[in-house]
């Protein structure tokens, strides 16, 4: 084999090499496993429970040291208005009518802010949010809408789904959010999550974990390096 040949080797190689490295070093930003606490809390909105909901929760495995669930009936709660739990690894919502909005908000221990926590951290391009079912019943749709928020401005995106019935990942891309004022994506003090917005309809749903992530890695391999496409479509096949 000739010298330029072998060089030709060396620098498909370190290419390879280097976009593999830029793959396994992207560094996705957890938001919350609901691993925290380890055995559940539960919660029952009725006729004699406070409305809204408030509870503040610690742990390693959220953005910010602290958790702050609100759930709100919209309207006079009933008999069982919202039942469920959180922690143990998900987070539960069975609710009952009318119907709760649900608010998940990470802002650190007191409302100290997030510090200007870097949700790309280089390669992260999106917040995923991984579902272990959602049931909309009769309801067309489950909306839900993800706000960030830093002293320059915000970001808002407001989605809906349809009816998921076993554990799904849902994508939603930094581009796809409307941003407001001067916010940036690498400058983050509050980050919000919240369900069951008001006017739409009441569904129930198991949510498991939320973090900002780069692109699978399988999709970066099959559109930088074509020659190895049928691997790519082998990873993401098997990891659905």
């Known amino acids: 084999m000739s010298r330029i040949a072998d060089r030709n080797w060396v620098l498909a190689f370190v290419c390879i090499f280097s976009l593999s490295a830029a793959t396994t070093s992207a560094a996705p930003v957890l938001i919350d496993n609901f691993a925290d606490p380890a055995n559940p809390t539960t919660f029952v909105i009725n006729l004699l429970d406070s409305d809204p909901y408030n509870l503040a929760q610690t742990g390693a495995g959220i953005l910010g040291g602290e958790r702050e669930l609100t759930i709100d ?21 069975n609710s009952g009518v009318p119907g709760s909005l649900i608010d998940l ?6 409302q ?5 926590v870097d949700l790309v951290d280089g390669t992260n391009t999106g917040i995923r949010l991984d579902f272990g079912f959602v049931d909309p019943g009769s309801a067309p749709n489950f909306s839900y809408e993800i706000l960030l928020a830093n002293p320059s401005g915000s970001a808002v995106y407001i989605g809906s789904l349809g009816s998921i019935v076993s ?7 930094f581009n796809l959010f409307t941003v407001n004022g001067g916010f940036q994506f690498t400058s983050v003090e509050d980050v919000i999550f919240q369900f069951n917005l008001p006017g739409t309809d009441n569904v129930d ?3 498991t974990t939320l973090t900002a992530t780069p692109p699978e890695p399988a999709s970066i391999v099959l559109a930088g390096l074509g020659a190895l496409a049928a ?4 990873v993401g096949a098997r990891r659905r």
């Open 105 to 110: 908000s990470y802002n650190g221990i007191g």
């Open 167 to 173: 554990p799904t990942s849902i994508f939603v891309p």
């Open 73 to 93: 009936v919209q309207g006079v709660s009933g008999p069982v208005s919202a039942v469920g739990t959180i922690g143990g690894g998900q987070f539960l919502l």
């Open 231 to 234: 691997v790519g479509m082998v």
């Open 205 to 207: 749903f198991s949510l």
């Open 112 to 116: 100290a802010g997030l510090g200007g």
